[in-house]
Structure formats: C-alpha cells, structure tokens
C-alpha cells in the first residue's frame, strides 16, 4: 500500500477527535515529496497516539464501568445469599418445630388412647360398682325386712312370754 492507502485505511480504523484535523487526501498521482512524505508519517503517528489514548481512556472508562457493574452484581449476589441463608435457616427452624410437633402430635394420641382406655376401664367399673350397689341395696333391704320381721315377731311374742313368766298359772 502507498502512504495514501495508509492514511484511509487509518481514517476508517481510528477515528479522529473533533479538534484534530483531518488527514490530508491527496490524490494517488499527486504524491508530496519525502519532506511531505515525513511530515505525513509524522502527523499519521500523532493522530495514531492521539487514538489510542483515546482507546486507552475509553477502555479505562470501560473497565470502570465493568468493575461498578461487577461489584453491583456482587453485591447482590451476597445479599441473595444472606436472604438464602436466612431461607434456610428458616425452613430448618420450621422443619425441627414441625418434627416437634408431630411428636408432641404422637405423644398426645398416645396419651388420649391411654385416657380413653382408663375411661373404658373406669366406667366398666363403675358399672360393676352399680351393679353391686345394687344388689348391695336389695340385700340391705331384704335385711332391713328381715329385721323387721324378727322385731315384728319379738314385739308380738315378746308380750305372751312376758305375761306367761308374770303369770306361771295362766
């Protein structure tokens, strides 16, 4: 490529900043002199300085950002984390209170079919009792009747005895 070519294709490639001038565009068959040719060197290596440090601020601005946004997101992830962390924590502490309470679950059926066989046993019981009380009551008042009849049967010959040992000859 001739130094013309050169100085388009670095147009194309590097843009020039607004206080830059452009590149001199000189027509292939109207070539400047080796002083020109210098000068045209020189200029072309300016601008290409002048490029990448625009390049390089721009990348740094770039990589600036990168880091704002890597950090951002980093910090969000840590966040997210904290949250999960305190989801866990959560779901085990909900997990354990649920295990205790289908012990404490268990552990009162337990207690309530303990409670309602002891019921079962004591209104067996009780039915016996009744039972026995009444015939405890029938027999007491088979004896109460007896008892009477012998007090009846006392007061009845009781008097005939009585007068037969006051009166021997009668």
């Not at 900043?17 to 040719?37: H, L, S």
């Amino acid at each position: 490529m001739d130094s013309l070519d050169l100085d388009q294709v670095m147009d194309d490639i590097i843009p020039r900043g607004e206080n830059r001038p452009p590149a001199p565009n000189y027509p292939a068959r109207q070539r400047p002199r080796a002083p020109d040719d210098a000068m045209a060197a020189l200029d072309l290596v300016s601008q290409a300085a002048a490029a990448i440090k625009e390049l390089e601020k721009q990348s740094a601005q770039a990589v600036a950002r990168a880091h704002t946004a890597a950090n951002a997101v980093r910090e969000k992830l840590e966040r997210a984390e904290e949250r999960g962390d305190r989801a866990e924590a959560a779901l085990r502490k909900s997990e354990a209170d649920a295990a205790e309470l289908s012990t404490a679950l268990v552990q009162s059926r337990n207690e309530v079919e303990a409670l309602q066989s002891l019921l079962a046993a004591t209104q067996t019981e009780l039915a016996a009792m009744e039972r026995r009380a009444k015939v405890a009551e029938k027999r007491g008042a088979d004896s109460d009747a007896a008892m009477q009849r012998i007090v009846d049967a006392i007061r009845t010959q009781l008097p005939v005895k009585v007068a037969e040992k006051t009166n021997p000859a009668a």
